[in-house]
């Protein structure tokens, strides 16, 4: 149980254009989801938290016109990386909290990004 | 902002031997938590340890939590291959949902 996917598991686009990923909780609903961005050999970067029906809430300094959050569903939550450049490479994970309100989140597996 | 720091940054040793990792943070915390990362795939959760706990047993896994001095350590016992991963320790910052991750420790196990 408590599997989240990703969606794509990496991209490569050109600079310019915009990025959709996709995280999904696959056997619980989710009222939080969380979006983190890694740089290799980093640690995890908290970008922003995503409740189901409600505008996302951004950490300092992270873009919230360049890295739009909609989380419609208990199960979907999308990252759009708008008018992507190539310092936007990077892997991006998004987790999960369960709605009985556990203290775990599940990580998806995560997407790399590469903007040539 | 990142409040956790490990140490060590990088640990290689044989496989078989135990494998320690060090984490401190800084505010008040409800639970800590260590993660493990295989290189370029998502996050494993391995073991919540909350603060009126001490220690905390899982398989061949160890963490200790000192409320007194903000730290805690991941003990890995007769540490395999398939052991080689990062591990992250993750504190919930005074009770708020999400979380702070340390900086990690990157750790091979040589065969």
């Known amino acids: 149980g408590a599997v989240v996917s990703q969606h794509p598991s990496w991209v490569i686009c050109k600079s310019g254009t915009s990025v959709k990923i996709e995280c999904r909780s696959l056997d619980f609903q989710a009222t939080t989801m969380f979006w983190y961005r890694q740089f290799p050999k980093q640690s995890l970067m908290l970008m922003a938290t995503s409740n189901e029906g409600s505008k996302a809430t951004y950490e300092q300094g992270v873009e919230k016109d360049k890295f739009l959050i909609n989380h419609a569903s208990l199960t979907l939550s999308t990252l759009t990386v708008t008018s992507a450049h190539p310092e936007d490479s990077s892997f991006y994970i998004c987790s999960a909290t369960d709605r009985r309100g556990y203290n775990e989140q599940f990580f998806g597996p995560g997407t790399r990004l590469t903007v040539l | 902002s990142q409040q956790g720091e490990e140490d060590p940054q990088a640990l290689s040793i044989q496989e078989g031997e135990n494998a320690t990792m060090n984490c401190s943070y800084k505010?008040?915390?409800?639970?800590l938590q260590w993660y493990r990362q295989n290189s370029g795939r998502g996050l494993v959760h391995l073991i919540l340890i909350r603060s009126n706990e001490r220690e905390k047993h899982s398989g061949r896994l160890r963490v200790t939590l000192d409320t007194s001095k903000k730290s805690s350590s991941l003990l890995i016992t007769a540490s395999r291959a398939a052991d080689t991963a990062s591990y992250f320790c993750?504190?919930?910052?005074?009770?708020?949902?999400?979380?702070?991750f340390g900086q990690g420790t990157r750790l091979t196990i040589n065969p």
């Open positions: 505010t008040s915390i409800n639970n």
């Open positions: 993750a504190t919930d910052n005074q009770g708020a949902q999400k979380l702070v």
